[in-house]
């Protein structure tokens, strides 16, 4: 896949994020925020792992200002482990805990092998034959992948990449430049 460059003077560009922001999504923080900001990542990529604290801290210093999207986007060609990560992070979507599984796994508290899955999903009080089920069938695969071929259409070609509301981002994804974006695109109009 080609690689993109980005320029220091315009880490925007005209990149838009197909499908757009939806009920379908998982989405965290306010729903009157001005900036939403969608981060493709993969569970198994340090980089996305690394991003986690950023995120959060971008949710807790801009709670009115900013709505977080994340979809998925494995890296299935160099990360063993990426999709069936994924999978089990939807089937604890399922049962309504998506974020709180999404956090166990990028905070690394658990493994992203089966026993490890496992224990995050009995660690979060899962139904757990519900859960293994699902996952063991592949049961949200077509979701992912819906997602996978959307980052694809946008022009995502590595983990973590973002929209900052609907465009491609390709600055350097730190959160001192994540905030000033956030801050730049929150105070303008509509």
Same mark, same amino acid.
């Given at each position: 896949?080609?690689?993109?460059?980005?320029?220091p003077?315009?880490p925007?560009? =005209?990149?838009?994020?197909? +499908?757009?922001?939806?009920?379908?999504?998982?989405i965290?923080?306010s729903?009157?925020?001005?900036?939403?900001?969608v981060?493709?990542?993969?569970?198994?990529?340090?980089?996305?792992?690394?991003?986690?604290?950023?995120?959060e801290?971008?949710?807790? =210093?801009? +709670?009115?200002?900013?709505?977080? &999207?994340?979809?998925?986007?494995?890296? &299935?060609k160099?990360?063993?482990?990426?999709?069936?990560a994924a999978?089990?992070?939807?089937?604890?979507a399922?049962q309504?805990?998506?974020w709180?599984?999404?956090?166990a796994?990028?905070k690394?508290?658990?493994?992203?092998?089966?026993e490890?899955?496992?224990?995050?999903a009995?660690?979060?009080?899962?139904?757990?034959?519900?859960?293994?089920?699902?996952?063991?069938?592949?049961?949200?695969?077509?979701?992912?992948?819906?997602?996978?071929?959307g980052?694809?259409?946008?022009?995502v070609?590595?983990?973590p990449?973002?929209?900052? =509301?609907?465009?491609?981002?390709?600055?350097?994804?730190?959160?001192?430049?994540?905030?000033?974006q956030?801050?730049?695109?929150g105070?303008?109009?509509?």
């Open positions: 896949m080609e690689t993109r460059r980005r320029t003077d315009n925007m560009n =005209n990149e838009e994020l197909t +499908p757009p922001v939806s009920s379908a999504d998982h965290i923080g729903p009157s925020a001005k900036v939403i900001l981060q493709y990542g993969d569970y198994e990529c340090p980089f996305t792992a690394a991003s986690h604290w950023q995120i801290l971008l949710l807790k =210093n801009f +709670p009115k200002q900013l709505r977080f &999207v994340f979809r998925h986007f494995p890296l &299935v160099k990360h063993l482990f990426a999709m069936r999978e089990a992070v939807e089937a604890a399922a309504r805990n998506f709180e599984m999404h956090r796994l990028l690394q508290e658990f493994s992203l092998g089966w490890g899955l496992r224990d995050a009995q660690a979060l009080k899962l139904d757990l034959p519900k859960f293994e089920s699902e996952v063991l069938d592949h049961a949200h695969r077509k979701k992912i992948q819906e997602q996978i071929d980052g694809m259409r946008s022009g070609d590595s983990t990449s973002y929209f900052i =509301n609907g465009m491609f981002y390709r600055g350097p994804g730190n959160y001192e430049d994540l905030a000033e956030i801050e730049s695109n105070h303008k109009k509509s």
